[in-house]
Structure formats: C-alpha cells, structure tokens
C-alpha cells in the first residue's frame, strides 16, 4: 500500500515553506458535540425502549452510523492543510479524494482578516485573499488559526519586508 501524499510533496524545489497548518480544532467542536449527543440518546433509548431484535439492532447500527459519521468529520479535518510558501498558498483537502487549491501570490491585490468575538476568545479568524480581478481557487480560508501571524507572513512575502516602527527617543 502506497503513503498519502504529505502536502509538502506539493511543494516546488524553487520553493521555501513559510507556514503550513490545518484549520482551527472548533471547526470539528460541533461534529464532536453532535455524536456525543446522539449517542447519548440512543443509550437512553436502548435502556427504556422494551428488549427486541429488531430494535436492538437498529439502535446499535445508528450508533455504529453516527461514530462512522462523526471519525470521517475529524479525518477530514485532520487531512486539511494550507501551506504557505514564498511564492503561493495552498489548500489540500480530501480523505478519498484529495483537492489541491492554490492562488499565486503574485496575484495578491489585498488581503484581510476578520475576527468574530468567538474567533478573538478561541484564537480563530477568517483570511480574505483577494486577487486582481478574478476569483481564484483559494480565496477565502476560515477557522484560520493565529490569524495575526498568518496576515504578518503573508503580507511580508506579498508586500515586502515587515516595516520597523521608529523607536521613541
């Protein structure tokens, strides 16, 4: 059996890796929380629903559905990567199939990030990549985590070095 490819694989020898990551873990809180849930349920129904095959059975199945469910929500976060480069930004994602995104960053006309209340308390953010003109690949990348360095690092590559803030004498 073949390796999964890592993302770095995907990266070019003329290339130098800057930052490489997977989204934010709150984006898989709420898979986690609704497994945990509808397990809970199924257990409650299994001890005070009447004994029977049938029953039984389609409740155990429902359980064995929701931790199928729920393991490939947390595989597919896991699998996730974006990868910074010095020359472009990339987005890998797929358990069975994977898909690779990118945007050049010769392309980059303006970048933001935004930083809902939640994001600022959990330490998530949302990067808009904008390009000149047309919507590229990988544009938007939310539940970016340490969204601040991430803006830093590709604003450096993107608009130059980092500016020194004069010293106040």
């Not at 990067?127 to 690092?153: H, K, T």
Request: charged share 20%; hydrophobic share 45%.
């Amino acid at each position: 059996m073949l390796a999964p490819r890592e993302v770095d694989e995907y990266v070019l020898p003329t290339e130098r890796r800057v930052i490489r990551f997977r989204r934010h873990w709150v984006v898989i809180v709420n898979e986690v929380v609704q497994a945990t849930v509808l397990m809970v349920i199924l257990m409650v129904a299994a001890s005070l629903l009447p004994e029977g095959p049938v029953l039984s059975n389609m409740l155990w199945y429902g359980g064995l559905l929701v931790l199928v469910k729920a393991c490939y929500k947390v595989s597919e976060w896991w699998v996730e990567k974006v990868v910074i480069t010095d020359k472009r930004v990339m987005l890998t994602q797929g358990v069975f199939t994977q898909k690779v995104g990118m945007m050049p960053l010769g392309k980059v006309t303006d970048l933001t990030f935004e930083r809902t209340l939640n994001g600022r308390m959990m330490g998530y953010g949302t990067m808009i990549i904008e390009s000149a003109g047309q919507i590229q690949a990988l544009n938007r990348i939310d539940f970016l985590p340490d969204p601040e360095e991430v803006y830093e690092a590709i604003s450096e590559l993107v608009f130059g070095e980092k500016r020194q803030t004069p010293s106040r004498p």
